[in-house]
């Protein structure tokens, strides 16, 4: 089954998933799962007066051979597939309509009897093959013709070479080769004189993409600017002209431009189950049901806003009943704590994102690096919380009528209360044993100080981003604030909105701060170990990347380098390049600053990619086997993990049909 054809294989596997990709404008050539059965386009069908294979091309011969194949909803090209004998030279260009993969050409026509691996062992991953097997395609986009391989052909530059060489000498038009994968371009590239393009350039725009599928009614607001004029109710679905960071629970989202599937504000509606979708112009098309009851379904397939009814206070009534969730905390362990000496059982006392990422350093697992940090447990944030009567402060804002009721005034009332804890005095003891640890330990360093808190990556509720990060500081009186800061970030309005929904018990909230070496990224991302777009996939990885720090891509706002990588085949499909007018990098006086960035190149090399999911299958196997959410970054050529967290996502364990 895996000898496929490139046109099987780079073509008509891909609108399984393509329909969610071409948001980016950009291919996706190809999967190593079986081809879905609806690819193909309606198209003539097979002529039985035409021959099994020409071996010489004309345009009346590609019209005559060629199938069309479906590449999204509104594009379907024609192929014809060809092999290269590279025992005499000879182009077989083959029936595409008659013959489905290269394999029945080849043993039909007698020029083989391998089959199945051994047809796949021996002419698409050995050098010394006896023949190459490509797809010869009319691009309507380019208006051109383009030949291409299976992305996971193990090409070298004599190949290639060999291939333009012989379909130019028996072709009728010139020819152009289309890169299915970054390994197809760094040979291309070796090329000086061929012409060659990479997939992205082949494939329309589209205007639609489903971020996460889901049906839910609401009120529809639009957002033409952030912040927004008022804070939002719970019952909101919001169309954002500008991607937000975060946002507080809603029941719907859309959003009008492209950006990252991994970005916190998807995770956070993956998290919440509700539909969230990219509708180009949305806007526009749904302006007159602003403010109004609306149904909104997402599908693979579309969207759909309508006019509804509105929920009756009853049914919200009951969605507030539910039981309080209280979130475990060990508030006796006080020891500042190193990363390497933590274990995921400790996640009671550090935090999901600590104690995760402790198991992670002390695996050591191959070609991985955890940059040395340490923890500052829930009990002293307790301590402090204690000495200046915050608990109080809280109980007294629960219970305030106002408060309760709207959202303008909890917003304002949590930044008072974040104001009043970063400027609280600190602990002094502890104040002496964080600093002497950091003079010790990590002199002339910048640190990052992140939040590690008990009230994330908890069943259901990831918690992405609601938190607060304080990156590269540099400084005693800087890294105390910095503390406080994470400290004061439980209090977020996000974060507080977030938990109300989940029904999770805000005093029950304890942040530990994890103080971690910062180092100055060359590359950053988000990896998953499974495809966000086909959840049948069972081999895919998706990968994020931006040069420079990682801040951006969980950021959403900018398009970063998207690829799909099969460890199995050690094919990547590269989806999009990253949108890198600019990058983020540290400030020699704490922080970061932006400097100009290399847009539309590649961010990672093949063997960094290769590298990237051999790192995630490892550490997927240390979580027994969960999805993991992984934070990495390189420098210098090292790879550094930074995070690995469950990938939560509701339509996929409630096993929805995408």
């Not at 059965?37 to 039985?48: I, K, L, N, Q, Y």
């Not at 025992?87 to 020029?111: K, P, Q």
Request: hydrophobic share 45%.
């Amino acid at each position: 089954m895996r000898a496929f054809c490139v046109l099987c294989r780079a073509v008509r596997c891909h609108l399984a998933w393509s329909l969610a990709l071409l948001l980016f404008c950009v291919s996706v050539v190809g999967a190593q799962s079986v081809p879905s059965a609806a690819v193909d386009a309606a198209a003539p069908a097979d002529d039985p007066t035409a021959p099994d294979y020409v071996t010489r091309l004309t345009r009346a011969d590609f019209d005559r051979l060629a199938r069309l194949t479906s590449q999204g909803k509104e594009l379907a090209v024609p192929g014809v597939m060809f092999v290269i004998d590279c025992a005499d030279g000879c182009v077989y260009y083959a029936n595409s309509r008659r013959f489905r993969f290269h394999s029945d050409f080849a043993r039909a026509t007698y020029l083989t009897l391998d089959a199945g691996d051994v047809f796949l062992r021996h002419n698409y991953t050995n050098e010394r093959r006896r023949f190459l097997l490509g797809t010869l395609t009319f691009q309507p986009r380019l208006e051109r013709f383009t030949y291409e391989f299976w992305e996971g052909d193990l090409l070298t530059p004599t190949l290639l070479a060999e291939a333009h060489q012989r379909l130019t000498a028996t072709g009728f038009a010139p020819l152009t080769f289309k890169a299915n994968a970054r390994r197809h371009e760094e040979i291309a590239t070796q090329l000086p004189d061929l012409p060659w393009v990479r997939a992205e350039a082949t494939l329309p725009e589209t205007t639609f993409l489903a971020l996460n599928p889901g049906r839910a009614v609401g009120v529809l607001r639009l957002v033409e600017q952030l912040p927004p004029e008022q804070p939002f109710e719970r019952e909101d679905i919001v169309i954002f002209r500008e991607t937000p960071l975060s946002t507080t629970p809603l029941r719907g989202i859309i959003v009008t431009q492209p950006g990252a599937p991994l970005s916190h504000l998807n995770l956070l509606a993956k998290g919440w189950g509700i539909p969230n979708a990219y509708v180009k112009d949305a806007d526009v098309r749904f302006r007159s049901l602003v403010n109004r009851w609306v149904t909104l379904v997402v599908t693979d397939d579309g969207i759909t806003l309508e006019p509804a009814e509105q929920i009756t206070e009853s049914e919200r009534e009951r969605e507030l009943s539910r039981e309080l969730r209280l979130p475990r905390a060990d508030l006796r362990w006080r020891a500042l704590t190193d990363l390497h000496r933590q274990r995921a059982r400790d996640v009671v006392r550090f935090g999901a994102k600590s104690a995760n990422l402790g198991e992670v350093a002390q695996a050591r697992l191959p070609g991985i690096v955890v940059p040395p940090g340490f923890t500052i447990p829930f009990a002293h944030y307790k301590a402090f919380a204690d000495r200046h009567g915050i608990e109080a402060r809280v109980l007294a804002l629960l219970n305030d009528e106002q408060f309760h009721h709207d959202p303008q005034t909890r917003q304002v009332e949590l930044a008072k209360l974040r104001d009043f804890i970063v400027a609280a005095p600190f602990d002094r003891a502890l104040r002496r044993a964080v600093l002497a640890k950091v003079h010790r330990e990590y002199r002339g360093r910048g640190l990052f100080v992140r939040s590690s808190t008990n009230a994330e990556d908890l069943p259901d509720f990831s918690g992405a981003g609601l938190y607060t990060t304080v990156p590269n500081v540099i400084g005693d009186e800087a890294l105390i604030t910095a503390i406080k800061t994470v400290w004061a970030s439980i209090w977020n309005f996000e974060a507080f909105e977030a938990r109300e929904a989940a029904r999770i018990d805000h005093l029950a909230v304890y942040p530990a701060v994890l103080i971690q070496e910062g180092i100055n990224a060359d590359s950053a991302g988000v990896l998953i170990t499974t495809n966000p777009f086909d959840w049948r996939d069972a081999e895919g990885l998706y990968i994020n990347a931006k040069r420079g720090l990682g801040l951006r891509v969980v950021e959403g706002r900018r398009i970063p380098e998207q690829i799909i990588y099969r460890p199995q085949s050690d094919a990547a499909l590269v989806l999009t390049r990253a949108d890198d007018e600019t990058i983020l990098t540290f400030d020699v006086k704490g922080g970061v600053r932006e400097v100009a960035g290399v847009p539309d190149q590649p961010v990672l090399t093949a063997d960094l990619i290769r590298r990237l999911g051999q790192a995630a299958l490892a550490i997927e196997r240390l979580f027994s086997g969960e999805k993991q959410d992984i934070e990495w970054l390189t420098y210098r050529g090292q790879l550094y993990i930074v995070q690995s967290r469950p990938f939560i996502d509701r339509n996929r364990r409630l096993g929805a049909v995408r």
